[in-house]
């Protein structure tokens, strides 16, 4: 605790800036905020001064899989002078993901056990956060030191007011510094309302798949409230499955999510998947239909893939694609590579609702490939493979004319009168 409090004032006096005004008055409303609220921040401070507002919270992952992965969307970045701040410890290194529109990565390599990457000056929009890296050998857990900062200034009067969304931060205690001014805020979950839809620990019932197709069944419960990030990880070996990320429109309460890994298709589909199959998985979150667009927003699928099982079908890494089957056909999800390590590739596919899933890839063409487009991948149309052109050698006619044939006689009369006269 007193390494942590010893972090977040050392965070808060370097981000802090010199000619940050000093506040005189501070209030928080509301003072005890749940999960989606947005607090509101409000006071007194020098006249036409900038005020610098710090947010900072800690965060615990358990690393899977020899990396660890913390993930948060939703994350407000208003207009004017701002840093997002990670610092992780007992690591080896750290990569800090953002996606405004495209995702693009910032690294870091550990010393003494600790990294820290720091984001400035971003544009203002809704932003995605993924944090990752490879964790200490042996270490159990890996603890994340959140920040970010932002300038807002005072008025002619000296006031001031700022609002940040918590759809971005976890339950528990985070810090608030507004020029140097410190003050620890509880987030709490929401409570459960009447208009909760589809509650209870659904998802984890009994399967629907046949007993001899299951190879792996894995369940995680999630507390779900209103505007929250809903994350669910997933530690199993032979899952492939690293976690599922939605934001939740509704107050549901605990909501289970299970993934099933299998053996062949899903018999619970009519064909094959397209292509060819990496793994064939079950995937529900809720009561069956709960998660539907009315209850659930992006809902994201983290996966990975083997690298010995791409290289062993000779895959076309580029091709690789979470399907999902739907209405008695199969659709090829967006899915977008987020990394590698030595043993295996990692995406995000972005599904519309939860059912049966393949991961598929394609085997490399050979040839000269034509470009394909994003609508080609969308429509399931194949690159087209064009041959090389191929030159035919020239071939002598068959058939001899006349006239050749006169000119050669000629020709033949003509040397035999030069030997007669010569002899």
């Known amino acids: 605790m007193l390494y942590r409090l010893f972090c977040f004032f050392l965070i808060a006096t370097v981000l802090l800036p010199p000619a940050s005004a000093a506040v005189s008055e501070l209030f928080v409303t509301p003072e005890n905020p749940v999960v989606g609220d947005t607090i509101t921040i409000s006071g007194t401070a020098s006249p036409d001064e900038p005020v610098?507002?710090?947010?900072?919270?800690?965060?615990?992952?358990?690393?899977?899989?020899?990396?660890?992965?913390?993930?948060m969307d939703g994350i407000e970045?208003?207009?004017?002078?701002?840093?997002?701040?990670?610092?992780?410890?007992?690591?080896?290194?750290?990569?800090?993901?953002?996606?405004?529109s495209l995702w693009w990565t910032k690294p870091a390599?550990?010393?003494?056990?600790?990294?820290?990457?720091?984001?400035?000056?971003?544009?203002?929009?809704?932003?995605?956060?993924?944090?990752?890296?490879?964790?200490?050998?042996g270490t159990p857990h890996v603890t994340l030191d959140i920040t970010a900062a932002q300038d807002i200034n005072a008025?002619?009067?000296?006031?001031?007011?700022?609002?940040?969304?918590?759809?971005?931060?976890?339950?528990?205690?985070?810090?608030?510094?507004?020029?140097?001014?410190?003050?620890?805020i509880t987030l709490s979950p929401k409570s459960d309302e009447s208009s909760s839809?589809?509650?209870?620990?659904?998802?984890?019932?009994?399967?629907?798949?046949t007993f001899e197709n299951l190879l792996i069944s894995e369940t995680q419960r999630e507390y779900v409230t209103k505007d929250s990030n809903v994350s669910y990880y997933f530690h199993l070996?032979?899952?492939?499955?690293?976690?599922?990320?939605?934001?939740?429109?509704?107050?549901?309460?605990?909501?289970?999510?299970?993934?099933?890994?299998?053996?062949?298709?899903?018999?619970?589909?009519?064909?094959?998947?397209?292509?060819?199959?990496?793994?064939?998985?079950?995937?529900?979150?809720?009561?069956?239909?709960?998660?539907?667009?009315?209850n659930i927003a992006s809902p994201t699928i983290n996966f990975f893939v083997e690298k010995s099982w791409v290289t062993e079908n000779n895959i076309d890494k580029s091709t690789i694609r979470l399907n999902r089957y739907n209405g008695g056909q199969w659709n090829r999800l967006d899915t977008e590579k987020m990394g590698e390590d030595e043993d295996n590739l990692y995406f995000d596919a972005q599904t519309p609702e939860?059912?049966?899933?393949?991961?598929?890839?394609?085997?490399?063409?050979?040839?000269?490939?034509?470009?394909?487009?994003?609508?080609d991948l969308e429509s399931g149309l194949m690159p087209q493979t064009i041959e090389p052109h191929e030159t035919k050698p020239m071939q002598s006619t068959s058939k001899t004319t006349g006239f050749e044939i006169s000119t050669g006689v000629l020709g033949l009369l003509i040397v035999i009168f030069i030997i007669r006269k010569k002899y």
């Open 52 to 71: 610098n507002v710090v947010v900072s919270f800690e965060k615990t992952v358990s690393p899977s899989d020899g990396m660890y992965l913390y993930r």
């Open 77 to 100: 970045v208003p207009s004017g002078s701002n840093t997002f701040t990670v610092t992780a410890r007992d690591v080896v290194d750290l990569n800090v993901r953002l996606k405004l």
């Open 109 to 137: 390599v550990a010393t003494g056990g600790i990294a820290t990457v720091s984001h400035s000056n971003l544009e203002p929009g809704i932003y995605s956060a993924q944090i990752d890296g490879t964790p200490a050998a």
């Open 155 to 184: 008025d002619a009067s000296g006031n001031f007011v700022y609002s940040y969304a918590t759809n971005s931060i976890p339950i528990g205690d985070f810090q608030l510094i507004v020029s140097g001014l410190a003050k620890t």
């Open 197 to 209: 839809v589809g509650g209870g620990s659904s998802g984890g019932g009994a399967s629907l798949e």
């Open 237 to 294: 070996d032979g899952n492939v499955v690293r976690y599922i990320n939605f934001t939740c429109l509704t107050n549901s309460s605990t909501i289970a999510s299970k993934v099933e890994i299998l053996d062949h298709t899903s018999t619970l589909v009519d064909s094959t998947p397209p292509d060819i199959v990496y793994k064939n998985l079950n995937i529900g979150v809720g009561n069956l239909g709960w998660a539907n667009p009315e």
């Open 354 to 375: 939860f059912s049966s899933f393949a991961i598929t890839g394609k085997v490399k063409q050979s040839g000269i490939v034509q470009p394909t487009s994003t609508n």
